[in-house]
Structure formats: C-alpha cells, structure tokens
C-alpha cells in the first residue's frame, strides 16, 4: 500500500535522505544497508512506511529461494525497519514458511491454527486467522472484531521474535492493522522517565480474545515476567516492551500504582506520530519485529470475509509448541 502518516517519497535514493533526517533512525547503518541492496544485482528497491518504523520492498519473489546475501540484507532490514512489506506475492504456505524461517525457527509441526481452509495437511506451525466457515465452523482463529495493541507471544517465556502475515481475502474497509514503534515511544520519553522504568520487570498473560482492558484478569494459565525495557540483540536499541492487550502488572508496584503508570505508558505508545497503518490488499506479505513494534486490529464489517495466513518466528532455541 506505500507510505502513509505524510510520507510522499518514492525510490530508495529519497529513502536514504529522508531516514537520515529523522532523528531515530540516525543510528540505522544505512550506507551498509545500501551497498548490500545493490550488491544484490540492483533489483531490488526499499521505500519508507512511515517515519520511524517500515519499509516496502519491491523486486523481490518470494516463491522463489531467496540466497544468502540477499537474506542478509532482509535480515538487517527487519532489525532496523522493524517492518518489512513486499506487496503483489502469490505464495503458497509452504513459500511464506520458508521465507519466515530466514528469520528464525519456524516450528512445523501441528500448532493450534484452526482448520486450514486449503486442506494442505503439509502445511505445518500455520494459523489462519479468519472470520470464515465452513460448514458451520470457523476455518480459523481471531475471527473478527477490534483488537488492542500488543506483541505476539508476550506471554510465554521466549516470545516470538517476529511474526510474518499474508493477506488471502480482505474486507471492503476496516481491518487495517496498526504497528506501534514501541523504539520511537522509548526515546520520546523524558529522561527521568527512562532511568525509573530501567530494571522494571512486569506480567503478562494470554489474552488475545479481549478487547476492553477492564475484561483482563491478573491471573492467566499462561504468563511470563519481562523488562518493561528491551534491548534489541541487533541493533542494540532500546525498545518499551509492554502492551494494553496482556500487560496487566508492573512488578513491585501495588496494584493501583501499576495501573496508573502502565496506562500512562500504553496511551504514550499509542500516539499517531509513532503508528504505521496498513491496510491490506490480497496477495500483501508483511512481516514484523515483536521487539520493537506492536500491533492492533481495527474492526470490519462482520459480514465480510477476512483471511490471513500467519507463521510466527521463534528464537532458535525455543520449543515453540503452545498457544498462539
């Protein structure tokens, strides 16, 4: 869909200038990135989503085996642009699994996804996430409705390191779906903000299905304790690392304290300023960094069909099996 929240460039020299003035993305080593883009063969072009986070990548199939510096630079790319998407990709499961695994363990074995609508039994460690059925049951999960921000697999102890979605059918409006630079909401914090939540640890849980924060219990049967602040292994950069979804407490803190301070810090990661919208077209890959971004879901019409695939990448030595 290109660029959006004001960005009018096109092509990858006004990419380059434009990343430079922005005062975050400064650090990106983009004169490295550039050489290895064109080390490539030239065929590729990298245009900017937004001004802290995303790039659309043109010049690239995915169905077919993608080598190793090429891998190398969508590999530098997702750690520094938090966000990569490569529009009109006719893939099949199979295709959006061996690109997700460049990036990760990609586990392929059975995982709770839903029916595959397809029937490709092959297709291992895919979720469909879908408002459809078939025969009266849902060919997938997280059918429909709004959905606050967070970041997949927050609740287990090695969350996913990135997650890669694929656009089968869209509705006629709605259903975009909001990436929050959670890099970009870290540095705009004041400076005695950043030194109070340093070493700060909180809970979260397994609450996908819920929409109003009023809704989420304390206690979960899955949950885990991470720092309110990440470092990326990459690029070194700080990134807040909480969610309004399956944030529910900061540890240490009493309760009423939590909550006054988690809200403050979900409503500052929500600004306009740091959000890329992308609304979806059929056949659109985008695949995201769980480290520095969260997403939400905007509501759709439930009458209309919606129908994404999903593959989520691990760290490669997580046993990825479990929910969502």
Not at 148 to 176: C, M, Q
Request: charged residues 25%; aromatic residues 8%; contains cysteine.
């Amino acid at each position: 869909m290109g660029c959006n929240n004001g960005c009018t460039a096109s092509g990858h020299v006004f990419f380059l200038k434009s990343l430079f003035s922005s005062v975050l993305l400064i650090k990106v080593p983009l004169i490295l990135i550039r050489d290895k883009l064109m080390s490539t063969g030239g065929q590729i072009k990298m245009e900017p989503l937004s001004k802290f986070s995303g790039v659309k990548i043109l010049g690239v199939d995915l169905r077919n085996t993608i080598d190793g510096s090429l891998a190398e630079v969508l590999r530098e790319a997702l750690a520094y642009y938090s966000i990569l998407y490569f529009p009109g990709q006719d893939i099949e499961a199979e295709h959006q699994a061996d690109f997700a695994a460049l990036f990760g363990k990609v586990d392929r074995s059975l995982i709770r996804s839903g029916e595959n609508p397809d029937q490709k039994q092959s297709s291992r460690g895919v979720m469909y996430v879908s408002n459809m059925k078939e025969n009266g049951r849902n060919i997938g999960v997280l059918p429909d409705g709004e959905m606050h921000f967070h970041s997949d697999g927050s609740h287990r102890n090695s969350p996913y390191r990135a997650t890669s979605l694929y656009a089968i059918k869209v509705p006629s409006k709605g259903g975009e779906t909001l990436f929050a630079s959670m890099t970009a909401a870290y540095e705009a914090l004041d400076d005695g903000t950043k030194v109070r939540l340093e070493g700060m640890t909180a809970k979260h849980i397994f609450n996908y299905n819920k929409t109003k924060r009023e809704d989420i219990p304390e206690k979960a049967e899955a949950s885990a304790e991470h720092p309110l602040i990440l470092v990326h292994p990459q690029t070194k950069r700080k990134s807040l690392y909480l969610s309004r979804l399956m944030t529910v407490k900061i540890n240490g803190m009493a309760i009423s304290a939590s909550n006054e301070l988690l809200l403050s810090l979900f409503d500052h990661c929500e600004k306009p300023e740091f959000i890329y919208t992308h609304e979806w077209t059929p056949r659109d890959l985008v695949i995201w960094d769980n480290r520095s971004v969260n997403h939400a879901r905007r509501d759709f019409p439930s009458e209309e069909d919606r129908l994404l695939r999903r593959y989520t990448v691990s760290e490669p030595d997580t046993d990825d099996h479990g929910s969502y």
